[in-house]
């Protein structure tokens, strides 16, 4: 028997139809999480040529996404540091270690009435201990002196042991500019201004002789 004849066998499904009720279903589960409704509205840009309620229903999507993203915009404006600037120096360490744990740190609330300070917090001092001790040989804290596992214990710790192998010199300078980035929202007040305009002590001798004039 001779081969068959070309196009006999079957064919290929055809693409199937997009679904205008499927897309907006996916708008609508999409909710306020702006990724997913980013993807949800390219998913369902087909629906600009199809008049009627699915078209309002992907406009009024949109119109969502731009009103979440100027919300986020908002919020990182302002949570953004009136403290930073375009470049550090490590000079500055030595000065800003003896203040980051004075600083008034907002607490955030754990099983069993423990409390813990903002991330901002843990990351200072692991750039504190990694920039003087270099890496964390130390074992992970388990239970709190007063019973309890010790969530300050080993949040510290393990802040400290991420830097593992980062260059001391390098996390000094890091500490630096984390001191004058992170947002003040981590406070609750933010003091670092005092801070960061007092006099250093290499310059305190130029200013009392400027002074003196």
Do not use: C
């Not at 999507?61 to 540091?81: C, E, F, P, T, V």
């Not at 500490?175 to 003040?184: A, N, Q, S």
Request: aromatic share 8%; glycine share 8%; hydrophobic share 40%.
């Amino acid at each position: 028997m001779g081969p068959s004849a070309a196009g006999s066998g079957p064919t290929a499904a055809a693409p199937s139809k997009r679904d205008p009720d499927a897309a907006v279903a996916l708008l609508h589960a999409a909710g306020d999480d702006r990724e997913a409704l980013a993807e949800a509205i390219a998913e369902a840009s087909f629906l600009d040529a199809t008049p009627g309620d699915h078209r309002q229903k992907l406009r009024a999507a949109r119109a969502r996404l731009r009103q979440l993203n100027a919300a986020a915009a908002r919020a990182d404006s302002a949570d953004r540091s009136p403290h930073a600037k375009s470049e550090y120096s490590a000079d500055e360490f030595e000065r800003l270690t003896g203040h980051y744990e004075k600083l008034n740190w907002r607490m955030v609330s754990k099983p069993g009435g423990a409390t813990v300070k903002p991330d901002d917090f843990y990351r200072l001092y692991a750039l504190h201990m990694q920039a003087t001790q270099g890496d964390n040989t130390t074992e992970r804290p388990m239970w709190a002196e007063r019973g309890g596992l010790d969530f300050e214990g080993r949040a510290r710790w393990d802040a400290w042991s991420a830097l593992r192998g980062t260059d001391p010199a390098k996390a000094r300078l890091r500490f630096v500019k984390l001191f004058h980035e992170f947002g003040p929202a981590a406070l609750y007040k933010d003091t670092r201004a005092a801070v960061l305009t007092e006099p250093r002590l290499a310059d305190a001798p130029a200013a009392a002789a400027a002074g003196g004039q």
